[in-house]
């Protein structure tokens, strides 16, 4: 098990821009991901990178606006969300799973942060 401690949520106004950071207990061999989950709705995949860092993986609704990086010094992730919508409010969840891959399901990861809010106002 790797432990996971979000941070970087906050509240920021439409078109503003955010970044969310992950810092793991155990980084290498982890592929990591980020998944948002809104009042009322299920959580749903935002951006996955492999363990190597050369893959990455986003969901349609954040393509060309958010970012996943990973930092194997500080043996941290990140999540860069830039053009922020009134949809992208949600708590925001960062993941970690063996082995590799990009996987987009909740039930493919097995370690889980607490999460962090995120709220765009309009």
């Known amino acids: 098990q790797v432990q996971l401690v979000e941070s970087g949520g906050g509240l920021v106004q439409t078109g503003g821009s955010l970044r969310l950071s992950c810092a793991a207990s155990?980084?290498?061999?982890?592929?990591m991901g980020w998944f948002r989950q809104a009042p009322g709705k299920e959580r749903e995949f935002v951006a996955a990178i492999s363990w190597s860092g050369s893959n990455t993986n986003y969901a349609d609704s954040v393509k060309g606006r958010f970012t996943i990086s990973r930092d194997y010094a500080k043996n941290t992730v990140y999540l860069q969300m830039n053009s922020l919508k009134a949809e992208d409010t949600a708590v925001y969840y960062c993941?970690?799973?063996?082995?590799?891959?990009?996987?987009?399901?909740?039930?493919?990861?097995?370690?889980w942060g607490q999460g962090t809010q995120v709220t765009v106002s309009s």
């Open positions: 993941a970690a799973r063996m082995p590799g891959g990009t996987a987009t399901l909740p039930a493919d990861y097995g370690s």
């Open positions: 155990n980084f290498n061999t982890y592929s």
